[in-house]
């Protein structure tokens, strides 16, 4: 859960979140030295009072400054194509849940059992109770079990939305007549909270998707009671 003033990423949740924080601070240190280098090479050159002529024209700079760079966006690059391929990685999921964008809520479709499937909307700010958060609590929660695969099917019924949350390092595309995937797991119990990233019209903002993760028993005694309800 984010907090004001935050300046980093919302604590992982999920082992694909964990792996794109190591990127981003593997990413920064880079650009951090790179930014450090050329400002003193800026001072040296600016406060120098002398000039060597090597300096101006040399092969072996012009190799160094060439290879370098290349080197760099390499070191980059292959961590990136990495974890760019665990992200579309999918093994056996044990759970399947498809995700419909409307205008302006979530519906949420358990596809492994039968008549399982729920709308979640956001809850008005005069019905919040204490502790929970305004323009992020919903009135049903997307409830699953942790430490295990999860894949979710995304779509759009109107215009286009996107299924993120923060914590779990997931963002997809909801597309009218598309159907995209992700995948994760989560790895500690807890409640995560995302909303629609995507600018579709004028509730925009009132989308909040909110997951709950629980052991397994209690994911099993919530889908016999949402099942008894139905």
């Known amino acids: 859960m984010a907090h004001p003033t935050q300046l980093g990423f919302q ?16 990413a920064l240190m880079i650009v951090f ?35 370098l760079p290349a080197i760099i966006l ?21 759970l399947t849940i498809k995700a419909m964008g409307h205008q302006w809520y979530w519906s949420y479709e358990y596809t492994d059992y039968e008549d399982l499937g729920f709308d ?3 809850v ?8 929970q958060f305004r323009l992020l609590e919903a009135d049903h929660r997307m409830v699953i079990p942790v430490e295990s695969p999860v894949r979710v099917l ?37 409640v995560f ?12 903002s009132f989308m909040p998707i909110v997951i709950e993760a629980v052991p397994l028993e209690h994911f099993e005694n919530w889908t016999s009671l949402m099942i008894e309800d139905a």
């Open 124 to 131: 008005p700010t005069q019905d919040l109770t204490p502790g």
């Open 74 to 94: 390499i070191l980059i690059a292959l961590p990136s194509l990495r974890i760019l391929y665990l992200m579309d990685e999918i093994n056996d999921p044990h």
């Open 154 to 190: 995304i779509s759009a019924e109107d215009v286009l939305h996107s299924w993120a949350v923060p914590s779990l390092g997931v963002k997809v595309d909801a597309v009218p007549g598309r159907l995209n995937q992700t995948t994760f797991i989560v790895n500690r119990p807890g």
């Open 120 to 122: 979640s909307y956001m």
């Open 11 to 26: 604590d992982a949740a999920s082992p694909l979140m964990e792996e794109l924080l190591h990127f981003h601070d593997h």
């Open 33 to 67: 030295l790179i930014s450090t280098m050329v400002l003193y090479i800026i001072v040296a050159m600016v406060t120098a009072k002398l000039t060597d002529k090597l300096i101006l024209d040399s092969q072996e700079i012009e190799i160094i400054w060439t290879l």
């Open 193 to 204: 909270y995302g909303q629609c990233s995507e600018i579709c019209g004028a509730n925009h």
